[in-house]
């Protein structure tokens, strides 16, 4: 990212204008999240407090922090596509070559999970298919497997903690997306401490 100061909406807009022209993936900060959030936040608050208001300029500031709002969301909905994209053709080289992309460097956490993920789930169906036909075998794929962990999403902020798997997981914020093991999910979703997608 090219500066780690506050977000503004013109960093946002030159961080996505990175990704879009530049091949490799863009390095971003490791909170860049939570400062999109503050971000929003922020400007949830202005608008609110310019809604309260009864005034000529007040509609128009309204009108523009609404703009603003809307623009942001779909600045961030294309950075988040154009860097899962990159994020999945990695993933693919990685688990053709079996060697790990030099891009890694310039995930952030929650891409790092996404993208080992796709690794595993990539290099499993080249075992469990490719393989399997090269050695004259019918292509099989372990389907109790897959069914190990649920993808989770939060609705409140949890804590770290250890899975029954022994590795740690966490800490999440409300919104958080992360594959954890069946049953730690099971007790996530019926505590409503998170919802499966």
Request: proline share 3%; hydrophobic share 35%; charged share 35%.
């Amino acid at each position: 990212m090219p500066d780690d100061s506050i977000i503004t909406y013109e960093k946002l807009y030159e961080v996505l204008r990175l990704e879009k022209y530049k091949k490799e993936l863009q390095k971003l900060d490791l909170d860049f999240y939570k400062k999109v959030i503050n971000y929003l936040e922020e400007k949830k608050s202005i608008l609110k407090s310019q809604e309260s208001k009864d005034s000529v300029f007040a509609s128009q500031s309204i009108s523009k922090t609404k703009r603003q709002l809307e623009n942001t969301k779909m600045i961030l909905k294309e950075l988040y596509e154009r860097r899962e994209g990159k994020i999945i053709q990695m993933a693919l080289f990685s688990s053709r070559t079996s060697e790990k992309s030099e891009e890694t460097d310039a995930l952030i956490d929650e891409e790092l999970s996404f993208y080992k993920s796709l690794v595993n789930i990539f290099g499993k169906y080249k075992l469990g298919i490719l393989e399997n036909i090269l050695n004259n075998k019918m292509p099989l794929i372990d389907k109790k497997e897959e069914k190990k962990s649920k993808t989770l999403k939060f609705l409140h902020p949890i804590p770290q903690f250890i899975g029954d798997d022994m590795q740690v997981y966490g800490p999440f914020e409300q919104e958080d997306i992360a594959v954890i093991p069946n049953r730690v999910s099971e007790i996530l979703i019926k505590n409503n401490k998170a919802e499966e997608l």
